[in-house]
C-alpha cells in the first residue's frame, strides 16, 4: 500500500497541469510585466537590415523643386460646377446644325433664333419671385356685376422678360424653334414646362373641376389655379396655341394676366396672327381683351420667311397601306408582330386611367397599340382619351380606314383630333385605309359640281400649307375656316408623318426629336 504525502500530491498535479496544458497548446496570458520583459529581450537581439542600393520596381519619382524639397501636386478638380460649364444657347445650338446639315442656313430663321437668344439672356439674369398666397373670397353682388376681381392682383415683376409669340404657317419651323429654345434654357431655370395648349387647357378644366368640388359657389378658381401652375413652372412654352371653345375663351384672358403677375414667362406658337385667333367665334367680343393682353404683353413675330420646310423633298416610308386588301392585312400585321417581339408580350383590353375612367386597348404590348377605326373613333372619345394614348404608347396602328363622307362628319373630327395628338406626342403611325390616308376626307372625284364647289378660303388654306388638289382631293364635310384648316392641316401632317426621318426617329422616348 502506498501512501501519498501532502508533497507527493502536489507534485502529481503539477505533472499533470503541464501535460495537458502542451497537448491543448492553450495560450498563455502575458501580464505587464511578461510581456515588457518579452519586448526587451526582442529588442536586444533586433538587428535591420543593410539599406539595398537598388532601387525598388514600382517606387515612383518623386517630384523635386529648384532648393531640393520634394513638393506633392495639388489634384486637379474632377467636376466643375454647373456655372463654370459652358452654356448652350438657342444661337450656338443653332449654327451646329446648320454646321451638321440638319438645318439649312435661312436669314428669316436666324432672326427668330436671335430674338429667342436675346431672351435667353434675359433669363440667365432673371429670379420669379415668390409666388403669393392669394385669399379666396366670395365676391360680392356688386363685383360679380361689373367682374371686379374678389383679391387684388401683385404687381408684375419690374424685371420680367417680355414674352415671345411666334405666327406662321404649317412648315415654317414653329416647332423646331420651340424645342430649340426649351432645350437650351439656361440651368438657373429648374422650373419650365413645354406642352401642347390642348393638354394644358385639359389640365386647367381639371383644376376647375377639382376646385368647385371643394368650395363654395362663387368662389373664384382662376387665381388660385393661376397660382399653382405660377409655382410649377417659371417659363411656360405652348406650342399650337388656339382657341376655338368658348369656355376657353372666356377663361384664356385672366388666367394668362394673374400668371404673368406672378411672374411667369411665356413663349407661345401659333398659327394665326393674335387678332386672328377665335375669329367668328361665339361672343368673340369677351375675348378681344385677351387679344388686347398678348398684343401688350409679347413680342408678336412673324415666321414666315417664305420658306416651306415640309415642300423640301424626302423619301417616303412604308407606313401607310391601302386600298384594304387581304394581303396588306397580312403585311400590316406581320410589321406589328416584329415590333412587339421585343416589346413585352402582347395583351388583349389592356386599361388605361383617364380622369378617372378607364379606356379599353384593344391589343397592345409595353410600348405599341393596335385598333380598328371604329374602336379609335366610332366612340366618343375626347382629346383628352387621345393625348394619353400617344403619351403612353410610342407607335399605334390604325386599321380599315374608311373614305368618310359627310355622314361621318363626327368621325372626321375625332380622327383630325386624333392626328394632331399623334403629332404633338411625335408617334409613330402605320394605317390601312380603303383609300390614300391623305384623301380619306376628300369628295369623290367625279363630281364636276363638288369641284366647283370649293371656297376661296380652301384654296388659300391648301395653298398656304403646300398640298393641292391630287395629293389630298377636295371636301364638303367641313365647312367653317377653323373646320377648313384643321382638315388641310391633318393632311399635312399625314404627310410628313408617312416619310422615313419621321418614321426613323418617332416613337422614341425623345418625344420632341428636332424634326422641321
Not at 537590415?49 to 537598388?54: F, I, K, V
Not at 387678332?275 to 378681344?288: A, E, H
Not at 381683351?289 to 412673324?302: G, H, K, N, Q, S
Not at 410628313?496 to 418614321?503: L, R, S, V
Amino acid at each position: 500500500m502506498t501512501i501519498i504525502t501532502p508533497i507527493h500530491r502536489r507534485i502529481l498535479l503539477a505533472t499533470n497541469r503541464r501535460y495537458h496544458s502542451k497537448r491543448l497548446s492553450f495560450p498563455v496570458r502575458k501580464t505587464p510585466r511578461r510581456l515588457q520583459a518579452s519586448l526587451a529581450s526582442v529588442q536586444e537581439t533586433y538587428a535591420p537590415p543593410p539599406p539595398s542600393s537598388a532601387p525598388l520596381q514600382h517606387q515612383f519619382p518623386t517630384p523635386q523643386t529648384s532648393t531640393g524639397t520634394s513638393t506633392y501636386p495639388v489634384p486637379e478638380r474632377r467636376r466643375r460646377r454647373w456655372d463654370d460649364l459652358p452654356i448652350v444657347t438657342p444661337l450656338s445650338r443653332y449654327q451646329e446644325m446648320i454646321k451638321s446639315g440638319t438645318l439649312r442656313s435661312d436669314e428669316h430663321q436666324r432672326t427668330i433664333v436671335e430674338k429667342l437668344q436675346a431672351l435667353h439672356d434675359q433669363l440667365r439674369d432673371y429670379k420669379q419671385p415668390p409666388v403669393t398666397e392669394i385669399v379666396v373670397r366670395t365676391p360680392s353682388f356688386l363685383q360679380r356685376l361689373f367682374g371686379s376681381q374678389a383679391e387684388p392682383l401683385p404687381d408684375s415683376p419690374l424685371d420680367l422678360p417680355k414674352g415671345l409669340y411666334l405666327y406662321g404657317d404649317v412648315g415654317t419651323g414653329k416647332t423646331m424653334l420651340m424645342d430649340l429654345f426649351y432645350q437650351t434654357l439656361p440651368p438657373n431655370i429648374t422650373r419650365k414646362s413645354r406642352v401642347h395648349f390642348h393638354a394644358f387647357m385639359i389640365d386647367v378644366f381639371k383644376r376647375l373641376h377639382a376646385f368647385k368640388a371643394t368650395n363654395p359657389p362663387g368662389d373664384d378658381p382662376v387665381l388660385p389655379i393661376a397660382r399653382d401652375l405660377a409655382k410649377e413652372a417659371t417659363v411656360v412654352c405652348f406650342d399650337e396655341f388656339q382657341v376655338t371653345d368658348i369656355a376657353v375663351a372666356m377663361i384664356l384672358r385672366r388666367l394668362l394676366e394673374c400668371m404673368l403677375k406672378f411672374g411667369v414667362v411665356f413663349v407661345l406658337t401659333s398659327n394665326r396672327h393674335p387678332t386672328q385667333l377665335y375669329k367668328n367665334g361665339i361672343q368673340r367680343s369677351s375675348f378681344v381683351p385677351a387679344i388686347d393682353l398678348l398684343m401688350r404683353e409679347f413680342d408678336v413675330t412673324d415666321l414666315d420667311s417664305g420658306t416651306d420646310y415640309r415642300k423640301m423633298p424626302r423619301a417616303l416610308s412604308n407606313v401607310y397601306f391601302h386600298p384594304l386588301t387581304p394581303e396588306h392585312s397580312t403585311e400590316i400585321n406581320k410589321v406589328f408582330d416584329a415590333l412587339t417581339a421585343h416589346d413585352g408580350p402582347v395583351v388583349q383590353d389592356k386599361q388605361i386611367e383617364i380622369w378617372g375612367r378607364r379606356l379599353k386597348i384593344p391589343e397592345s404590348s409595353d410600348n405599341i397599340a393596335k385598333f380598328t377605326f371604329a374602336e379609335l373613333c366610332g366612340k366618343p372619345l375626347s382629346a383628352a382619351d387621345y393625348l394619353e394614348v400617344t403619351k403612353q404608347f410610342g407607335t399605334v396602328f390604325v386599321l380599315d380606314v374608311p373614305k368618310l363622307d359627310l355622314g361621318q362628319k363626327d368621325l372626321a373630327r375625332r380622327f383630325i383630333t386624333f392626328i394632331d395628338a399623334c403629332y404633338e406626342n411625335h408617334t409613330k403611325l402605320f394605317v390601312t385605309s380603303e383609300v390614300p390616308i391623305y384623301k380619306i376626307f376628300s369628295d369623290d372625284t367625279s363630281s364636276i359640281q363638288q369641284k366647283q364647289d370649293k371656297t376661296d378660303h380652301m384654296r388659300s388654306v391648301m395653298d398656304d400649307l403646300g398640298i393641292s388638289d391630287q395629293q389630298i382631293g377636295t371636301t364638303s364635310i367641313f365647312t367653317g375656316e377653323e373646320e377648313v384648316f384643321a382638315f388641310a392641316r391633318a393632311c399635312s401632317r399625314l404627310i410628313q408623318m408617312g416619310t422615313k426621318e419621321w418614321a426613323m426617329t418617332a416613337g422614341h422616348e425623345d418625344k420632341h426629336a428636332m424634326i422641321l
